[in-house]
């Protein structure tokens, strides 16, 4: 059985596993330092991390579709062994990219992956990474156009089941992670699993 966790390039997956699961996990300063699927095994669950999506720095567009097209080919192939989905968000910058991708009249490529992983029925907890770097009195505005965005309406507080924001840097809000991951793995009664999130 798997989780995996997927999101655009540099906003911080590695770093919410190493948080999740204390494994030491390397973690690079610049975008694209995941560039191909990993699997962790974290006791009798794996983690998989995978590639970021969207641009990335000395990446070719090609490559970056290629990128694209492998994540959704994996998640395709390995739906039956996936439990669920971890979309992890840059809360500071996710707004003003999906506000550019909508200019061109572009579906952004976070929306789009959302909606995939809800089609697939792999409901995706959402997380919010980087929310340090939001003063206190802008987060809950922050967090109710990310929410707006993906298509649940705002307020964010009644998608607590969903959306999580947290500091893969700091530890602040992985305890509210933690407990929603074993919260899933209850509801698909994967109760041996809860162990291994303390």
Not at 112 to 133: G, S, T, W
Not at 163 to 182: D, F, N, Q, R
Request: net charge positive; glycine share 10%.
């Amino acid at each position: 059985m798997e989780i995996v966790l997927v999101g655009r390039s540099n906003v911080g997956k590695s770093s919410v596993i190493r948080q999740l699961t204390g494994k030491r996990i390397r973690i690079g300063r610049r975008p694209g330092v995941t560039r191909r699927i990993l699997r962790y095994q974290h006791g009798e669950l794996g983690i998989v991390d995978m590639p970021g999506f969207g641009y990335m720095a000395g990446v070719s567009r090609a490559r970056q579709e290629e990128l694209k097209t492998e994540i959704v080919r994996y998640i395709e192939t390995h739906r039956r062994d996936i439990l669920f989905a971890i979309q992890v968000l840059d809360a500071r910058a996710f707004g003003e990219i999906v506000r550019r991708w909508e200019a061109r009249g572009q579906l952004p490529v976070d929306v789009e992956m959302f909606q995939f992983l809800e089609e697939l029925e792999l409901h995706p907890i959402v997380v919010a990474n980087k929310i340090d770097l939001i003063y206190p009195d802008e987060r809950d505005g922050v967090l109710n156009d990310i929410c707006g965005k993906l298509g649940m309406l705002p307020p964010w507080r009644q998608w607590l089941d969903v959306v999580v924001p947290i500091s893969a840097k700091t530890g602040e809000g992985v305890p509210e992670l933690k407990k929603l991951v074993k919260q899933r793995l209850s509801e698909l009664g994967q109760e041996h699993l809860l162990r291994y999130f303390k």
